[in-house]
């Protein structure tokens, strides 16, 4: 079972945890989830339909192994530190990772509720328990709610085309990243392809925001935070630091 004396080692002193269940920790009163994905079915829909890699392979038009590999070669970037997965939702596509790393701690942060439920529940079927080193955070991306610069490595996949606040979300990471720390993002964007009607369209329907690749760009610039980026179909795959 997570060590709580570790994780609050790292958060803001302004900050109360409130234990929900064992591993995973709120800093909201118990009872209170702000997250959109808590609505009802949004996120069974979430995790069946959006993680499905068919979906990810027809419509977007990458691999949903490309967030393994990604993932991976993150948390190698660096042997010591705390690792931060920022809007982590049910680890779909990383717990496979995760089951197998446990020289770093790390810190699973999402807005939902039942979607960390889903990720610890996914992450203690493949290994068969919670690592001590390893905490389920239900928190604000926007404002989150730890030290400066604690984490040298921090992966946040999906996260950007959920909000219309980009820069506050990577003033967040900024803020908390070591100065030596790196961090890889992914978020939908728009392309040439023919799914991009279907990418307006949700966005239209307030499911996502529809970016180009230049407003993203210059949201990071914007925030003096330099990056490289690949793009593959819809995704967008950038690395800072
Ligand atoms: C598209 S999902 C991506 C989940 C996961 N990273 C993945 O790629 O499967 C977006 C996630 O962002 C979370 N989220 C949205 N707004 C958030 C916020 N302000 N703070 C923390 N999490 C947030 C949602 O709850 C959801 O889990």
Known sequence: MADINMLSEIISEDVTLNLVEPDIYSVYSTGDSPGSYDGIGASTIYDVVACNRFYN??????????YAALCEDSLASSSEGWVLDLACGSLAFTAEIYAIFSNRPVVFLDQSLKLLRKGKSRLEKLKGNISENMFFLHADALDLPFKDNVFHTIISLNLL????DVKTVLSEIKRVLTVDGNSVLTTL?????????YLNMLAGSGAL?????????????????QVTHEIKGNLAFIKYG
């Open 161 to 164: 085309h959920c909000l219309n």
């Open 57 to 66: 392979w027809l419509m977007w038009g990458y691999s949903v192994k490309d």
């Open 209 to 225: 925001i529809s970016r180009s690749s230049d407003d993203l760009l210059s949201a990071f610039d914007e925030m003096e935070m």
């Open 189 to 197: 964007i728009q392309s040439s392809r023919w799914s991009n009607r």
